[in-house]
Structures are given as C-alpha cells and as structure tokens.
C-alpha cells in the first residue's frame, strides 16, 4: 500500500487557483448579464463568429447612414423653409413692381423696395447650419452671395460701369432723362442679363452649380442641397438690382416703366423658378426619409439576428451569477478554515 502526502499548503494552494478561475468566470457571467449577450463571440459561436462579424460591419454601415440623413434632413428642411421666404420675396416685389407699371408708386419707393429685397435675399442666401453655407454648393465654408447695396460691392460697381460705357453718363445724370424705352431695353438685355444669367454672376456669387451629393442608402445618392447659381435666384437679384438702381436715377418715366414691365417678368419667372427647386427639395426630402425608414427595417432585422447568434437567457445568466458568487464565497470559507489548520493546535 503506497500512503501520499497531502499538506494544507497544497490544498490551500488548490483552493486559491479554483478560485482565480471562478472569479474570472463570474466577470464574464457578470457582463453577459448586464449586455444579454455572449462574453466571448469566438468561444461561443465557434465557426459562426464570422456572421456576427458581417452582421456588426453591415449593421454599423446602416446605422451611420442614417445618422447622416438625420442631418441632411435637416439641412434640407431649412433649405426648404429658406427657399420659401425667397419665393415670398419674389411675390412680394412681384407685387410691387405691378403697381409700378401702372404709374402709381413713387421711383423712391420702387428702388427702397427693391434694395430691401435684395437685403433679404442676400440674407436667406448666406444661410448656415452647423457653421456650413447651405446655397453654396460644395463650397460650403465660403459665403455664397455678396451684398449689392454694400458700399465695395464689385456687382454693383460693375452694373454702375455697365450703365456709363452703354450711355455714356451715369443713371444720375440729367442726361439719363433722355433715354428711351427701346434703349433701357437694350441696355438690359446686352448689359445687365449678362451679369446675372451670365458669365457677370461671379461678380455676385461663390457659390459652385454643383450640389452637395449626400449617399442617402447603401445603393443611393442623391443631391441634397441648392446653389445659390440657381436660375430663379439669379432672376429675382437682377429684377431687384434693377429696381433698386434704375429708379433712384434720373430715368425718363418711359424708360422706368420699360425696366418695371422688364424686372415685373423677371420676378414672375423667378417665382416659377423658385416653385420648381421647392418642388424637387421636397422630393428630396421624402427620398431621403424613405430611405431611412427602409434602412431602420433592415437594422431591426440585423438586430433580431444578432441576438438570435449572441443572446443569452437573462434568468440563466442571473443564475449563473449568484452560483458562482456562492462557490466563490464557500471557497474562501474553506480556506480561511484551511489556514487555520496546524500541527500544534492539534498537539496541544
């Protein structure tokens, strides 16, 4: 019969080692309970980890679009509220400018209404969100427009050196008396056209023709802002440049009911315009929340996935818990019990 020693060092070293292990356990049983998943994915899923991986990368993808469309949303939406107060403008200088042809408003009053419209535009314009110009296409960190009626502006330097090399005298000139309707419109179509509808733009705008092109699902972008270079901007500045400038000269009453007729059409055009770029913003808009709403479907779907993969029973992981918290609480019982063993106590 073969006898082995057996020491209360070894056993307490034992005791010690099992507990390291449980209580490594009990941190892992203790996160699954709290997160309801997997502690260790590769452990627990074996050769099914790499699904949870695609599920995670494409779940991640998902989620991030989203969060972008939660801010293009929002830059469409005050896009689309600054679009409608320019096309109130237009109405409202549109309005204006039919009293004119008519003979009724004062130059004084056409040209103080005119520049306010242009105070306006140049305002709504300049929008920013989030420290981002929302009209200045991908120029975004540049102001778009210029002010008109500030004093250094180059637009109205060039619109006041247009009117002197077609005439030969400026608008406040007695001379500008004389100018007839045939040659204000001239002087419009040749002049002041090019510098709003034309290469003259620059003079006045920053702002690039390309939009800002926003990636609104995993297959699908779209262009999701407008450029201050659109056509029904460009036409309610020029009709508010003219009103302001050529009224508060010394324009013939024939040749101011001539650039009334010319900027009234102008502004009606500008309010189609205007119409039309609303129209597709809100398309936009509705793009981009549909493509939310799908994407949110698709990450509910790779969240149920998931938790079919990496889930846990909450009541199996509590018990889990609470039986390891009881091994480890008997193991230190045990061994403070094993300590306190000793060949004297035992003698005496």
């Given amino acids: 019969m073969k006898t082995v020693s ?7 070293n034992a005791m010690r080692y099992s507990q390291m292990h449980m209580q490594m356990e009990l941190v892992e049983a203790q996160k699954e309970m709290t997160t309801l998943k997997v502690a260790d994915t590769g452990l627990a899923l074996g050769t099914r980890a790499s699904q949870s991986v695609n599920f995670h990368r494409d779940l991640d993808r998902l989620n991030t679009i989203i969060d972008s469309n939660g801010l293009v ?50 305002g709504l314009a300049n929008t920013a969100l989030n420290g981002e110009y929302l009209f200045a296409g991908t120029n975004t960190d ?70 800002i092109v926003s990636r609104i699902s995993l297959n699908e972008t779209v262009e999701t802002s407008v450029s201050a270079n659109n056509e029904g901007i460009r036409k309610l500045a020029m009709a508010a440049a003219m009103a302001t400038d050529l ?20 502004s009606g055009q500008a309010i189609s315009d205007l119409s039309q770029i609303r129209a597709q913003t809100g398309i936009v808009q509705k793009s981009v929340s549909d493509a939310s709403d799908r994407m949110k479907t698709q990450t509910d779907l790779f969240k149920k996935h998931l938790l079919d993969l990496e889930g846990v029973d909450p009541y199996e992981a509590a018990t889990r818990v609470n039986d390891l918290m009881t091994h480890i609480q008997t193991s230190f019982a045990l061994t403070a019990r094993i300590q306190q063993l000793s060949l004297l106590n035992y003698l005496t």
């Fill in 6 to 12: 057996v020491s209360s060092a070894s056993v307490s």
């Fill in 73 to 122: 949303a929002l830059r469409l939406g005050t896009t689309q509220s600054a679009l409608d107060q320019i096309g109130a403008l237009a109405q409202t200088l549109m309005e204006t400018l039919t009293t004119a042809t008519t003979g009724d408003l004062s130059g004084a009053v056409l040209s103080d209404s005119g520049k306010a419209t242009l105070q306006s535009l140049t």
């Fill in 142 to 211: 540049i102001k778009p427009l210029d002010d008109f009626t500030a004093a250094d502006s180059p637009a109205k330097a060039a619109f006041d050196a247009a009117f002197f090399s077609h005439f030969g005298f400026t608008k406040d000139d007695p001379a500008a008396a004389s100018i007839t309707a045939a040659q204000i419109d001239d002087f419009i179509i040749t002049k002041v056209e090019p510098q709003f509808l034309g290469a003259g733009w620059g003079n006045w705008s920053s702002a690039t023709d390309q939009g």
């Fill in 247 to 266: 009224f508060s000269g010394n324009l013939s009453d024939e040749a101011r009911k001539a650039a009334a007729t010319r900027a009234l059409s102008l």
